[in-house]
C-alpha cells in the first residue's frame, strides 16, 4: 500500500481505510495523479484554476466548479452538485493539472455548464455517506436474486449509492441488450430509492473486482491500466503467438490487453518483410513460408508436397529470390541459398567440483554392509565337552577304527625291501 496508515491486517484487509485497494485518502490508488506543480506559486496577478477533479467509487472521475473560492487539497472531502440532490467525494487534482486531464478527456475548461461544488463535506454528510455504503454488499445480494428470479441473462456487479442516498446505480454487465423494465420497477418497490442502471464492459468489471494474471502479477487493469483499448487478434499474429483462445484471453474473458504492448515494436521490426502468405517461385516449384524468427531474420520454407523438410534463408536471400521472381528470372532451387549450420563439436569434459567424490554418487543405491555370521558348530562331542564343562580335544569326528599312518615317500621303498628279504629267507 502507498499510505502508512493501510498496512495488512489478519484478514488481509487494510487497516486505514479498509477499502480493499480504492484507497480512502487517495495514497494508493491507481487513478491518483501526482502534482508536480504543487510546490510552484503562481505569477504575481494570476488567480488559480477555479475547476477541481473529484474522484467517487469505481473509477468514476468528474470536474467541478469552485465557485465559493474554497481552498481545496487533495484528499479533501466535498459535497458536489448532482441530480437530484448532491454527491460526496474526494478531490484528488487541483490547479493547472486539472486543464491538462480535462483536454486528454475532451473536455472544455471553460465551460458554463460545468457542476458546482456546494461545499466541504459535513460531518452529518460523512455519516450518511458511509451508512450508505455499508448497504451496497446487502443491496447487491438482494439485486442479483431479483435478477436470477426474473431470468434476466445480465450479471449485476457492483452497486454505488449517491452521498445522499437518494439514487442508486447499478452497475451490470450482458452480452446482449436486456431488457429490464420490470426489474427497475421491482428494484424500487424494494429498495425504496431512485434506479439507474448503467452498463459496463467485461474488462471494467475485472479492473474493479482484480486478481492475478497468469503471469503471477496482479491484473494491469486493476492496479495502473486506466484507458481500455481495443485488442485484436491481428496483434498475436503478428507476434507469432498461437491462436490459443485459452492462453490468449485474460479474466475478463476477452483478448489480454498485454498482448499490445510489445505490438509496435514487432511492427517496426516487419515492415522490411514480405507477407506470409507469399509463395517462392523457382525452377524447382512453389515455396511455402513454415515459419519466420522475426529478430533474428530467417525464414523457413517448404516446396509444396513435402512439407517435413523445411529449408532455413536469411532475410536478404528472400529478397533477392522475390526480385528475381519479378524479373520472371526465377532461381534454380531453394537449395542454393540454404544456409550453412557450422558444425559444433562438444566435448565432454566435466569437472569434479565436488574434490575427489563422484558425480553419480546419489544415482547409485546405497547397500547396507552385512556383518558375516558364524557358523553353528555340529560337533557332538564339542556340545558334550560345553555341556560338562570341559574342553573339547579336537573339531574333528572321532573315527569308529584305527588310525591310518601317515603317508611319506619311503614307504614304497620300505615294502620292496621287506618283500626282498622274505623271499630270502625261503630259499
Avoid at 484507497?23 to 501526482?34: A, P, Y
Avoid at 508436397?305 to 534454380?332: C, F, M, R, S, T
Amino acid at each position: 500500500m502507498g499510505c502508512a496508515s493501510c498496512s495488512s491486517g489478519k484478514d488481509g484487509s487494510p487497516k486505514g481505510c479498509k477499502n480493499n485497494g480504492t484507497c480512502g485518502t487517495d495514497s494508493c490508488n491507481k487513478l491518483t495523479v501526482f502534482d508536480w506543480l504543487s510546490n510552484m506559486e503562481l505569477p504575481n496577478g494570476e488567480k488559480p484554476f477555479d475547476v477541481v477533479e473529484v474522484r467517487f467509487k469505481n473509477s468514476r472521475k468528474e470536474f467541478y466548479k469552485n465557485t465559493e473560492s474554497l481552498t481545496l487539497q487533495m484528499g479533501d472531502v466535498v459535497a458536489t452538485e448532482a441530480s437530484p440532490g448532491h454527491d460526496i467525494g474526494i478531490v484528488t487534482l487541483t490547479g493547472e493539472l486539472v486543464k491538462v486531464q480535462m483536454k486528454k478527456k475532451k473536455e472544455d475548461p471553460y465551460a458554463d455548464d460545468l457542476p458546482k461544488i456546494y461545499r466541504k463535506a459535513t460531518q452529518r454528510d460523512i455519516d450518511v455517506w458511509q451508512e450508505a455504503k455499508d448497504r451496497e454488499e446487502a443491496v447487491k445480494k438482494r439485486s442479483r436474486e431479483i435478477a436470477i428470479r426474473l431470468k434476466l441473462k445480465m450479471k449485476i456487479s457492483d452497486i454505488e449509492f449517491q452521498g445522499d442516498a437518494s439514487k442508486a446505480i447499478f452497475y451490470y454487465t450482458a452480452e446482449s441488450r436486456v431488457d429490464f423494465r420490470q426489474l427497475i420497477k421491482e428494484f424500487a418497490y424494494e429498495f425504496k430509492t431512485r434506479i439507474e442502471m448503467k452498463q459496463i464492459g467485461f474488462r471494467q468489471e475485472a479492473a474493479r473486482l482484480g486478481g492475478i494474471g497468469s503471469c503471477g502479477r496482479e491484473l494491469c487493469c486493476s492496479t495502473w491500466l486506466t484507458d481500455f483499448r481495443t485488442v485484436k487478434t491481428s496483434a498475436a499474429r503478428y507476434q507469432q503467438l498461437s491462436l490459443n483462445p485459452l492462453k490468449l484471453a485474460g479474466q475478463c474473458g476477452k483478448l489480454k490487453c498485454c498482448l499490445n504492448y510489445e505490438l509496435d515494436t514487432y511492427l517496426d521490426a516487419i515492415k522490411d518483410f514480405p507477407k506470409f502468405e507469399d509463395k517462392l517461385i523457382t525452377k524447382k516449384g512453389k515455396a511455402v513460408c513454415q515459419k519466420i524468427d522475426i529478430f533474428q531474420k530467417k525464414f523457413w520454407y517448404a516446396y509444396e508436397g513435402d512439407y517435413g523438410n523445411w529449408i532455413e534463408i536469411e532475410l536478404e536471400q528472400v529478397l533477392e529470390i522475390i526480385e528475381a521472381q519479378k524479373n520472371n528470372d526465377p532461381v534454380e532451387s531453394l537449395e542454393d541459398f540454404k544456409a550453412e549450420e557450422p558444425e559444433v563439436k562438444i566435448e565432454a569434459n566435466y569437472e569434479n567440483v565436488v574434490g575427489q567424490d563422484s558425480l553419480t554418487r546419489f544415482d547409485r543405491p546405497k547397500t547396507k554392509k552385512r556383518k558375516k555370521r558364524r557358523k553353528p558348530n555340529t560337533n557332538p562331542n564339542q556340545k558334550q565337552a560345553s555341556k560338562s564343562g570341559q574342553k573339547p580335544t579336537s573339531n574333528q569326528p572321532a573315527s569308529k577304527g584305527k588310525k591310518r599312518p601317515p603317508r611319506n615317500k619311503g614307504n614304497k621303498n620300505n615294502n620292496k625291501n621287506t618283500n626282498k628279504n622274505n623271499t630270502n629267507n625261503a630259499n
